[in-house]
Nanobody, 125 residues
Framework: QVQLVESGGGVVQAGGSLRLSCAAS????????MAWFRQAPGKEREFVAV????????NYAGSVKGRFTISRDNAKNTMYLQMNSLKPEDTAVYYC??????????????????WGQGTQVTVSS
């Protein structure tokens, strides 16, 4: 069983930066891919970024490419999302997720069986 806990959310002005963290426990962190998703009020959960088990492969949603960077530190069992040049439309609850079953990097939510509780990011204009 994998437990995930996000932190680092908050309120920031447009153009600002935040770094989210996702601490994992249980399982073997270095063996599974990790992803960030987000859900804005009244909208469906959407993919943000994914990183392979051994850092080297990443994929981003077009809306965040060039502004967000996903990374992980397997020694610390932690994944990060550095968010720069934030926009009001980035306002959402951000969730981290773990896929312990596949080696392919999925951008849909179904393959991810473990989820954190979410952390709120609010970008003011």
């Amino acid at each position: 069983q994998v437990q995930l806990v996000e932190s680092g959310g908050g309120v920031v002005q447009a153009g600002g930066s935040l770094r989210l963290s996702c601490a994992a426990s249980g399982g073997t962190f270095s063996s599974y891919s990790m992803a960030w998703f987000r859900q804005a009020p009244g909208k469906e959960r959407e993919f943000v970024a994914v990183i392979s088990s051994m850092p080297g492969s990443t994929n981003y949603a077009g809306s965040v490419k060039g502004r967000f960077t996903i990374s992980r530190d397997n020694a610390k069992n932690t994944m990060y999302l550095q968010m720069n040049s934030l926009k009001p439309e980035d306002t959402a609850v951000y969730y981290c997720a773990a896929d312990t079953r596949h080696s392919v990097l999925f951008t849909t939510s179904e393959p991810y069986h473990y989820w954190g509780q979410g952390t709120q990011v609010t970008v003011s204009s």
